[in-house]
C-alpha cells in the first residue's frame, strides 16, 4: 500500500546523490562552522540557517517535501565525517552495526520506527558509528528514510536486518 502518490527515488539516482553529498560535507573546504551547526541538528527542532544554505545548493530537487528526512540524512552524514568520508558504498550499515557491536534491541527499535522516531534512532546509530570510525552506505539509511511504499521499506528493512545477522558476532 502506498501512502502518498510522490514516487519513491531511484537506488541510483540516490547513491550518486548521497556520494556527492558525503563528499562536499566531509571535504576540507567546507566551512567548519556549518559543520558544527549541521551535527547539532536534532529532528525534533527547526533547522539551522546552514541547513537551507547547505539544502538550495546541494540537495536533490523536491527535498523541501521531505525536510525531515533530507535533515537527518544531512546530520548523519556531518556527524560520520569526522574521520573522511562517511559514505562507504561497499559497507552495508546493518553489516557494520553488527560487527561493531550494535545491540539487537537497538536494531530492533531502529527498524521498527517510523517518523520523527526513525529520524531520531538513526541519528543515534550515526553518532554510534562516527565514534567507531566507521564510514557505511548512506544509500541504505537514505531508502529508509525516503522511501514512501510500505512494502518498499519492509524490503529495506529485511535487507538492513540481514546484513546485520549475517555478520553478527556470536558473544
Excluded: C
Excluded at 536494531?107 to 570510525?133: I, M, P, S, V
Amino acid at each position: 500500500m502506498t501512502t502518498t502518490s510522490i514516487p519513491a527515488p531511484e537506488t541510483e539516482t540516490l547513491w550518486t546523490s548521497i556520494a556527492r553529498l558525503a563528499g562536499i560535507l566531509s571535504g576540507e573546504h567546507f566551512p567548519t562552522g556549518d559543520r558544527a551547526a549541521l551535527k547539532r541538528m536534532a529532528p525534533d527542532q527547526p533547522p539551522p540557517l546552514a541547513f537551507y544554505r547547505f539544502a538550495f545548493r546541494e540537495l536533490p530537487e523536491g527535498w523541501e517535501f521531505r525536510r525531515s528526512a533530507w535533515q537527518t540524512l544531512t546530520a548523519g552524514l556531518a556527524l560520520s565525517g569526522n574521520h573522511g568520508n562517511p559514505h562507504n558504498p561497499h559497507r552495508p550499515l546493518g553489516r557494520a552495526l553488527a560487527e561493531q557491536g550494535y545491540s539487537e534491541a537497538r536494531l530492533e527499535r531502529l527498524l521498527a520506527a517510523e517518523g520523527d522516531t526513525l529520524n531520531t534512532l538513526l541519528l543515534r546509530a550515526a553518532r554510534f558509528l562516527a565514534t567507531k570510525g566507521e564510514a557505511v552506505d548512506w544509500t541504505d539509511a537514505a531508502r529508509l528514510l525516503l522511501t514512501y511504499s510500505d512494502d518498499s521499506k519492509e524490503h529495506i528493512r529485511r535487507e538492513i536486518a540481514g546484513d546485520f545477522y549475517r555478520n553478527l558476532k556470536d558473544k
